[in-house]
């Protein structure tokens, strides 16, 4: 195995064929169809169609539809390479892609044949298709934004390559135990994976730990060299990313580890077997799992590990493997520009800076230079515990080059904030990259970015006015907005048929990649004969998901009433809290008589969330609301009018059934602390009405579909700092609302964990005397919101009015048009159109 190395200077390949040979397509039609699938299952998997496993016909028909794009991803990259064009490199540390045959089948315009040729066989596609394993790459918002930016990138015919980690385990895949939950590994890679291309011969070497040392060139200039400990190889994987039916696939380049030397055949013949696997073991360890618990040492150490791992490998590939052998690296922001998807990759500043300076020659200034232009940066936090810092003892103790490279771009930078800003002492001290004990990498990316930016127009303004309010008086015209969209391919035409089919009916096809055009839907709004279909698509969503809940994990769940949803990443500042006290204040209610049971709407309420393994109080809400699920579902005096179920493990799959048959949209966060939110753009989308307050990309949505259309509650931005600031205390906003009180009390009674109190005393505690998150400040204002729900969810007509008018007016949230604007604004990356 031929393997190139990161941290000598040494080793650079050669530069590859640009172009293959005889990329000869295969054919469009069903007899075609039918004699690639019965090869791939003959010879691919060895079997005949009468003694083949399910697994054996998945994987058959995954290649089958993967040769459909192979032949235009190779003529997308040869003509890409021969136009020189420019690349967005999209660096992120997860991608929540979900299942892919659907998507590839999509793309490719094969629907019918696919279906028409298995039918042939006596085979269904949906039974291939549920046999597919989501890929276990990505957590929450974050990693299924950085897939439908890549898809809607390939769909614009722009160069792009994502570059992140094949993680062996995932995150880890949730059930719930007694209602707590559980993490068991992932195994998604245990069927075989037919999407993904393997290419050992071009692994990356990547160094860790060691010392640096000071040498004069033949020039007579100072050098430095790095003369690490340790090192792991990072082996390429690639992933076809389909445009939709435009001839265009762009790449996607996970990163896997492997030991450098592995197996130790001495030990293992000595009877050491596991010092003979110690060295693949603790490499592997680095791709094993996606956000490794860090409230360890050590778990901090692997994630720094795991940041640098990849970006090394992705930086190296770049410049040595993809670009010509003789490009010349002065004129590298014609040809790239890496954006940093959050902190997670911004090591990949000073390893740029490295390369260059160190392996390529350059001297620091024209290095400097290059690099910042190289680099831009999307901030997707709000809260100061997101935005990472490192400790320096770790970061020189594991990459001792790279702090020496952040400690000089450090007091570069001090001296040109103190020359910016003469006689305050103060700001060079704040702004700094280097702190008394940490690196902050919010701020090395603010420095070194061409651009950074918010991803909802609150979240940007907050960014500038209160996260970064220093380096946006240094340099206002660095920050800019761009709002962030989801791709109308998965989230409409694929997850939700029913209602595609419907819009195509009435406005014709070209939304799928113009999503502007369901402005087209408007008129529509006041038809009756399309607003019955459209309740009719609704119905038929609940039923699916319905069979889906019964099916994967034995859930009944009504498909009468409001189907109120709530999923996303379980955190406090999400206030899952605050929905869960109002069923518990629904329930409460009808036992203690204050509510007549006729006179509840009925609801099905739904949750999709995973705490974080080390998240004690996150898991104590999960806790919760399964514990007032079990006792709200059992309970004969509801009548069934109110349900609660939360599916364990919820991940893109899951949400494609879920988002469809939703009514209403819960979308509760406290003001000021969501940066953006997407699955508040993909309900509204799907024709859910919102409940959401004053916070992230909620604003935009409102402003878009018309106050009369979301159900506005809760404290605005300035009024939560405000509250804040004179001291604010929970125990007085429950003692003022009877309701709360009662529910509070419930809660803290048992009586929904068989009269044992102590099960969520910490947590009702919590909510009475911190409630970080106001929670209970905001609770009459929503029990006010959801009285206007029920309202005017009992007026089907002018309910499916407001439905219609969400979807035709919520198109900008297209992740097509958010593409547009980070190109204009900061990447300046060109289509380039591909000829077959």
């Known amino acids: ?56 016909r998945y994987l058959a028909l995954a290649r089958t539809v993967r040769h459909h794009l192979q032949s235009r991803w190779m003529a997308a990259l040869a003509q890409q390479a021969d136009d020189q064009a420019k690349t967005v490199c999209y660096l992120s540390a997860e991608f929540l892609l979900g ?205 720094l590990q795991q940041q640098y791992f990849f970006v090394a490998c992705s930086v190296h590939n770049f410049i040595n493997q993809v670009l010509p052998s003789d490009f010349d690296l002065h004129k590298l922001p014609d040809r790239v520009i890496f954006q940093l998807n959050d902190t997670h990759p911004v ?95 919010a701020h090395l990316a603010t420095v070194a970015g061409s651009k950074v930016n918010g991803v909802a127009e609150l979240h940007s303004q907050l960014l500038r006015d209160k996260v970064l309010p220093d380096f946006s008086a240094l340099w206002p015209e660095k920050f800019t907005n761009v709002t962030n969209g989801v791709t109308p391919r998965r989230f409409l035409r694929l997850a939700n048929r029913n209602l595609s089919s419907l819009i195509t009916e009435a406005i014709g096809p070209g939304w799928v990649t113009d999503l502007d055009r369901l402005r087209e839907l408007e008129p529509f709004a006041d038809d009756p004969a399309f607003r019955e279909r459209f309740r009719e698509v609704k119905r038929l969503n609940k039923a699916t998901l319905a069979r889906t809940l019964q099916s994967r994990n034995g859930i009944e769940m009504p498909t009468t009433g409001i189907v109120d949803i709530m999923v996303k990443r379980l955190h406090e500042y999400k206030r899952q809290t605050l929905k869960v006290l109002h069923i518990v204040s629904l329930y409460e209610g009808v036992v203690s008589g204050r509510l007549a049971v006729e006179d509840v709407t009925p609801r099905v309420f739904a949750f999709g969330a995973k705490a974080a393994p080390g998240y004690a109080m996150a898991k104590q809400i999960i806790g919760l609301i399964n514990a007032v699920g079990a006792t709200v579902n059992a309970d004969p005096r509801l009548d069934g009018r109110l349900t609660v179920v939360f599916p364990p493990n919820y991940d893109v799959t899951l949400a494609e059934k879920l988002i469809p048959a939703a009514d209403l949209s819960e979308q509760i966060s406290l003001a000021g602390k969501e940066a953006s939110g997407t699955g508040n753009m993909k309900l509204a989308l799907n024709g859910a009405l919102t409940i959401g307050t004053d916070d992230g990309a909620n604003i935009e949505i409102r402003r878009l579909v018309g106050d009369e259309n979301f159900f506005l509650f809760g404290l605005l931005e300035p009024q939560v700092e405000e509250l804040l600031a004179k001291g604010y205390d929970p125990a007085s906003y429950a003692a003022a609302d009877p309701r709360l009180t009662s529910a509070l009390d419930l809660i803290a009674s048992g009586a929904f964990t068989g009269g044992d109190a102590s099960v969520f005393s910490g947590l009702v505690d919590n909510l009475l005397h911190h409630d970080r998150f106001l929670a209970l400040a905001d609770f009459s204002a929503y029990m006010e919101a959801q009285d206007r729900v029920d309202a005017a969810y009992a007026d089907p007509e002018g309910w499916t009015r407001s439905a219609v008018l969400n979807v035709a007016r919520c198109g900008f949230f297209s992740s097509d048009r958010a593409m547009r604007e980070y190109i204009d604004k900061i990447w300046h990356a060109q289509p380039v159109v591909t000829s077959l």
């Open 99 to 303: 299942r892919q045959l659907d998507n590839a089948i999509l793309a490719s315009d094969l629907d019918d044949v696919v279906e028409e040729g298995l039918g042939q066989l006596g085979l269904s596609l949906s039974t291939l298709r549920a046999q597919e394993i989501e890929p276990g790459l990505g957590n929450g918002g974050l990693g299924r934004l950085a897939a439908c930016f890549i898809d809607s990138l390939a769909t614009m015919s722009v160069p792009c390559v994502g570059y992140g980690i094949r993680y062996e385990y995932g995150i880890f895949r949730q059930s719930f135990e007694d209602g707590w939950q559980r993490e068991d590994t992932d195994p998604w890679l245990a069927l075989g994976n037919p999407w993904e291309f393997p290419h050992p011969e071009h692994a990356v070497t990547v160094n860790f730990g060691g010392t640096t040392e000071h040498y004069e060139d033949e020039d007579g200039a100072t050098r430095t060299r790095w003369l690490p400990d340790w090192d792991v190889q990072g082996v390429p994987y690639n992933y076809m990313v389909p445009g939709f039916r435009n001839g265009r696939v762009n790449t996607l380049r996970l990163w896997s580890a492997k030991a450098t030397r592995g197996f130790n055949l001495n030990s293992f013949n000595a009877g050491d077997y596991v010092d003979a696997v110690r060295a693949e073991t603790f490499a592997e360890k680095i791709s094993m799992v996606l956000y490794p618990e860090d409230s360890t040492p050590q778990g901090k150490e692997l994630r």
């Open 1 to 56: 195995m031929t393997t190139t190395q990161v941290g000598s200077p040494s080793g650079a390949p050669a530069e590859p064929p640009r172009r293959g040979l005889g990329h000869v397509a295969p054919r469009h039609d069903v007899e075609g169809f039918v004699g690639s699938f019965m090869r791939e299952l003959n010879y691919g998997q060895g079997v005949s169609l009468t003694r083949s496993s399910l697994n054996d």
């Open 347 to 441: 090591i990949a500043v000073p390893e740029l800076m490295r390369v260059l300076v160190d392996e390529k020659g350059f001297d620091w200034d024209e290095a400097w230079t290059i690099t910042q232009q190289c680099f831009a940066y999307t901030c997707h936090t709000l809260l100061p515990e997101a935005l990472e810092e490192w400790s320096i003892e770790l970061m020189g103790r594991l990459l001792p080059r790279h702090l020496e490279i952040i400690r000089r771009i450090d007091e570069e930078f001090r001296a040109e904030v103190a020359a910016a800003f003469p006689g305050d002492e103060a700001m060079p001290r704040r702004m700094a990259i280097v702190g008394d004990h940490t690196v902050r990498m």
